[in-house]
């Protein structure tokens, strides 16, 4: 069956209607460049404070099981490696540093780590453990998921949801379906694309993490070896659950090679300060 023209015409109106009303770009482009546009149709602070709420009773669920910062040894070490990472994000945004960023650490053998729009940080155990990472390594982990809030990644999957949720709800009113073909769609979606970051997400934390490790003046080499060790993880019969939402490949390892020559003075000039 051919799609009719008036559901082309409106599903194209809405298209160009949310990129007008809602493309542009949250961060400066850095050394790695870090500044392509987005679609951002729902506001930061929505999202901050659904953030906000989410990361509270996370860190209540994990207290009251015991395994909130049980492990001081390596809350400090996340801790002292957050505080240096945190007011080099001024490069990549201006407002950054003044965020109520906020550490924590759950003892769970997940090799995981996020960090949630806002920068609200939480590190499981088991990925400095099960991995040995050293702090350059965890710089890495670390400047990464930062990276993501920064570019709120999250916001633009949560505006890319409401895009599309927008345009099947015309097409089914159009096309005479009822709401169970929307909520198949919606489900397809959800399934395929907001359940965890793009490539081209991935890529800019990658990037913009490297540097932000580099500025903090963690060895952006670490990236490196941590992707290796990564990679020999995920070859095990239980992948890392921080692959689940983070693809791996060798050509990852090879493309933080090819940023070393950018980000590598910003280290040396770090190492002299």
Same mark, same amino acid.
């Given at each position: 069956?051919?799609?009719?023209?008036?559901?082309?015409?409106?599903?194209?109106?809405?298209?160009?209607?949310?990129?007008?009303?809602?493309?542009?770009?949250?961060?400066?482009?850095?050394?790695?460049?870090?500044?392509?546009?987005?679609?951002?149709?729902?506001?930061?602070?929505?999202?901050?404070?659904?953030?906000?709420?989410?990361?509270?009773?996370?860190?209540?669920?994990?207290?009251?099981?015991?395994?909130?910062?049980?492990?001081?040894?390596?809350?400090?070490?996340?801790?002292?490696?957050?505080?240096?990472?945190?007011?080099? #994000?001024?490069?990549?945004?201006?407002?950054?540093?003044?965020?109520?960023?906020?550490?924590?650490?759950?003892?769970?053998?997940?090799?995981?780590?996020?960090?949630?729009?806002?920068?609200?940080?939480?590190?499981?155990?088991?990925?400095?453990?099960?991995?040995?990472?050293?702090?350059?390594?965890?710089?890495?982990?670390?400047?990464?998921?930062?990276?993501?809030?920064?570019?709120?990644?999250?916001?633009?999957?949560?505006?890319?949801?409401?895009?599309?949720?927008?345009?099947?709800?015309?097409? #089914?009113?159009?096309?005479?379906?009822?709401?169970?073909?929307?909520?198949?769609?919606?489900?397809?979606?959800?399934?395929?694309?907001?359940?965890?970051?793009?490539?081209?997400?991935?890529?800019?934390?990658?990037?913009?993490?490297?540097?932000?490790?580099?500025?903090?003046?963690?060895?952006?080499?670490?990236?490196?070896?941590?992707?290796?060790?990564?990679?020999?993880?995920?070859?095990?019969?239980?992948?890392?659950?921080?692959?689940?939402?983070?693809?791996?490949?060798?050509?990852?390892?090879? #493309?933080?090679?090819?940023?070393?020559? #950018?980000?590598?003075?910003?280290?040396?000039?770090?190492?002299?300060?």
């Amino acid at each position: 069956m051919s799609i009719p023209r008036i559901l082309v015409v409106s599903l194209f109106c809405i298209s160009s209607l949310a990129m007008l009303a809602g493309c542009e770009t949250t961060t400066s482009g850095g050394a790695v460049g870090g500044d392509r546009r987005q679609l951002l149709l729902v506001s930061a602070q929505e999202l901050d404070q659904l953030a906000a709420q989410s990361y509270a009773k996370l860190k209540a669920e994990a207290a009251a099981k015991g395994t909130l910062n049980q492990d001081r040894a390596l809350l400090q070490r996340v801790n002292a490696i957050a505080s240096r990472l945190e007011p080099q #994000t001024r490069v990549f945004r201006a407002d950054a540093p003044g965020w109520n960023w906020e550490v924590n650490v759950i003892t769970d053998d997940q090799v995981n780590a996020f960090c949630m729009p806002g920068g609200k940080i939480m590190v499981y155990t088991g990925l400095a453990k099960q991995l040995n990472l050293t702090d350059d390594e965890l710089a890495v982990v670390i400047g990464h998921e930062m990276s993501h809030a920064l570019r709120e990644h999250s916001r633009e999957q949560v505006s890319q949801a409401i895009a599309a949720q927008t345009a099947i709800g015309v097409g #089914t009113a159009l096309l005479g379906l009822g709401q169970g073909s929307a909520d198949i769609a919606n489900i397809g979606y959800q399934a395929l694309i907001a359940t965890r970051f793009s490539r081209t997400d991935e890529n800019e934390a990658d990037r913009m993490g490297l540097e932000l490790t580099a500025r903090a003046g963690y060895d952006p080499r670490a990236g490196v070896t941590l992707w290796q060790k990564m990679l020999n993880a995920n070859s095990g019969s239980q992948p890392p659950a921080f692959l689940s939402s983070h693809p791996t490949d060798s050509s990852r390892v090879q #493309t933080i090679q090819s940023l070393l020559p #950018t980000v590598m003075p910003l280290y040396t000039a770090a190492q002299r300060r």
